[in-house]
Nanobody
């Protein structure tokens, strides 16, 4: 069982930066692949980024590649999403998710545990 709590969301102007954090409970955090997803009003939840157990492997949606960076600190049971060059279309509730195992899933159906979400709003 893993519990996830996101933080770091807020209001930022276009071009600005935010760093989201996701703190996880549980002793086996290092055995979970982690992902970030987002959901904008009236839209389906979409994949943003994923990272492997060790942090060596990462994968990004095309829409955020080159602007966002996912990382993790297994000693702190925390995964991060550094977001630079934010655009109004990045406005959404951002969720972190955990999946036990090696696979870097891009579908929300591949993740077993979810946080409550944190709001990111980018003004133009």
């Amino acid at each position: 069982q893993v519990q996830l709590v996101e933080s770091g969301g807020g209001l930022v102007q276009a071009g600005g930066s935010l760093r989201l954090s996701c703190a996880a409970s549980g002793r086996t955090f290092s055995r979970y692949a982690m992902g970030w997803f987002r959901q904008a009003p009236g839209k389906e939840r979409e994949f943003v980024a994923a990272i492997s157990w060790t942090g060596v492997s990462t994968y990004y949606a095309d829409s955020v590649k080159g602007r966002f960076t996912i990382s993790r600190d297994n000693a702190k049971n925390t995964v991060y999403l550094q977001m630079n060059g934010l655009k109004p279309e990045d406005t959404a509730v951002y969720y972190c998710a955990a999946n036990y195992g090696l696979r870097l899933g891009v579908s929300d159906t591949e993740y077993s545990y979810w946080g409550q979400g944190t709001q990111v709003t980018v003004s133009s």
